[in-house]
């Protein structure tokens, strides 16, 4: 009996869990007619529920669906149990509002409104009542945009128009502007002042737009001596408004050498060349430069170039440069050119400058050179620079540059006065065709217009940074073109290989010489712990002339950062 007795004992308690176990409760929903059962079809509902509460707050998410369609009149039965487990409830949905009117408030700026209406002319929106929401909340964000963060919006006098139209006011809720009461820069906070006001473009006392403020602070991305850490921050209290940016120094200080070697076609012998550039950037923290270039090569040719940079001198959105450049070559002559300009930025990315150049060239033969004069120069010039970098790309660090420089002036001897013009350009494109493919195209080129010129004037050009192949500064003339091209494919993140077609067109009317040279060749790019070492390897060749290997120079040059 006691076994018997035992499993009718769990029989009950089995039985008893069972009566215990949750019921599914059904929930079915219906309409009037068989038009607003499709509609409520369409939106769907979750029939199956564990509780009444669920059941409950299920009917009241579909009346909020069902009220952002348009239909505002719509209402529904109270629900009712018809057994243990299905509830029923009607649906009643009226006539349906497809669009609303919404006149606006006459506080909102010219600018939000030529946002938002398609025509200027009238003071209201109407919308698609689906697209209310939406509407709402890019209106709302707009007026954060432009110097209202704390601005609330409200619907009043909402009334219907018609069946299927509405009209409602646009009131505007603590619409007062905030404005910039502080700047504080994290992390680099010798950064210069002046680049905070005349570069970013923000100062004091101007209106807060948050959407303003991140594009404008992602310009610090094109300084190659400061970058941003993270998005800025605004502190917001009862009577201020602290903004926060996040920077830290970049090292941008670098140091270009550069070594070309290649054989003499009559002595057989190796002969060297190349140059050493000092750059020194933003040491005071001004955003200063110094630049330091000295070259000699194996025609016995020298260099020495120093330039000094200062932008927005007192804190103004003008700044200075001075340079200085001595050529001598061997022992025939000597030029000095001394030039100033003042510059000014116009955006992060262009600049506008105004120079002057001084230039004195003395012939240092002991016998007279018809090529050869004691002359002094004076040109007044006009620079437009325009640059697009890419700084977080060390293989390549500038995507797009234009240097384009107009100068006017005269040259003085002992005999005459001769006006003289100059153009100078340099420009370079690199398109990025994907992550591992890109193009470079380059073109540099400079014209002296003048009645009759002298050779210690005339531009010199060849090597490494102009035509590839040929000596540096081995070329002389009064006019020339220089087209660089290279295809270059990215190994790695640090190493990349490129090929190499120059072609050059120049003039020397001092001798009456006119030629087109080319530079074929190849070379790589390695990113080592010192720098960029670049090495190319090009072979010369004259126009109508036969192409010979012997006519190469290797070409190696290296770009520390520091």
């Known amino acids: 009996m006691i076994p018997n007795r035992f499993l009718y004992f769990i029989l009950l308690l089995f039985i008893s869990s069972l009566k215990g176990v949750g019921q599914t409760l059904q929930l079915n929903l219906s309409t009037l007619d068989s038009i607003n059962q499709r509609t409520l079809d369409s939106i769907g509902y979750q029939n199956k529920h564990a509780s009444i509460k669920s059941l409950t707050a299920e009917i009241d998410t579909l009346q909020y669906k069902i009220i952002r369609l348009g239909y505002i009149d719509s209402y529904h039965t109270e629900i009712m149990k018809e057994t243990d487990s299905l509830y029923t409830s009607e649906f009643y949905l009226g006539e349906r509002v497809r669009s609303i009117q919404i006149q606006l408030d006459s506080t909102i700026s010219d600018k939000i409104r030529l946002q938002f209406l398609q025509d200027p002319k009238l003071n209201y929106l109407e919308i698609p009542i689906d697209q209310l929401e939406t509407v709402l909340t890019n209106l709302n964000t707009a007026f954060i945009e432009d110097g209202y963060p704390f601005s609330k919006l409200k619907l009043d006098n909402i009334q219907k128009v018609s069946p299927s139209l509405m009209s409602a006011d646009l009131k505007i809720i603590s619409n007062q502007a905030r404005r910039i009461d502080k700047i504080v820069v994290k992390g680099y906070e010798k950064f210069p002042k002046s680049y905070v006001r005349r570069y970013l473009k923000i100062k004091e006392g101007d209106i807060f737009k948050l959407a303003e403020l991140k594009e404008r602070t992602d310009q610090l991305s094109n300084l190659i001596f400061a970058n941003q850490v993270r998005e800025p921050e605004v502190l917001f209290t009862k009577d ?136 002094k120069s004076t040109f007044y010039s006009l620079t437009y620079d325009f640059v697009i970098p890419q700084y977080y790309d060390d293989l390549f660090p500038v995507n797009f540059l234009v240097d384009l420089s107009l100068n006017q002036g005269n040259r003085k001897t002992d005999v005459e006065t001769t006006n003289q013009s100059k153009i100078l350009l340099n420009t370079y494109k690199l398109f990025n065709l994907n992550t591992r493919n890109s193009i470079y195209l380059r073109f540099n080129g400079a014209a002296l217009i003048s009645n009759n010129y002298f050779d210690n004037e005339l531009f010199r050009f060849g090597g490494i940074n102009s035509i590839r192949g040929f000596e540096e500064n081995s070329l002389v003339a009064n006019l020339y073109g220089v087209i660089n091209t290279e295809y270059r494919y990215r190994l790695s993140n640090n190493l990349f290989v490129n090929s190499v077609i120059d072609g050059a067109y120049y003039q020397n009317q001092l001798i009456d010489v006119e030629e087109k040279l080319f530079g074929f060749g190849f070379g790589f790019g390695l990113l080592t712990n010192t720098g960029l070492f670049r090495f190319n390897y090009a072979v010369s060749k004259v126009d109508n002339q036969p192409f010979r290997l012997s006519n190469s120079k290797v070409h190696i040059s290296l770009v520390a950062r520091f």
């Open 240 to 375: 201020s408004t602290v903004l926060y940016l996040y920077i830290e120094k970049d090292p941008s200080n670098n140091f270009d050498g550069f070594l070309g070697f290649g054989t003499n076609e009559q002595t057989n012998k190796l002969e060297l060349d190349g140059y050493l550039n000092l750059h020194l950037i933003n040491n005071l923290n001004y955003g200063e430069s110094l630049k330091i270039s000295y070259k000699s090569d194996e025609i016995d040719q020298q260099t020495i170039d120093v330039q000094v940079s200062t932008p927005y001198l007192f804190r103004s959105p003008i700044g200075a440069e001075f340079r200085l450049n001595i050529f001598r070559k061997d022992t025939t002559f000597v030029t000095t050119n001394q030039h100033l300009k003042v510059n000014y930025q116009v955006n992060p990315k262009s600049r506008l400058s105004l120079g002057i150049s001084g230039i004195t060239s003395s012939n240092l033969q002991d016998d007279t050179s018809t090529f050869i004069e004691d002359y």
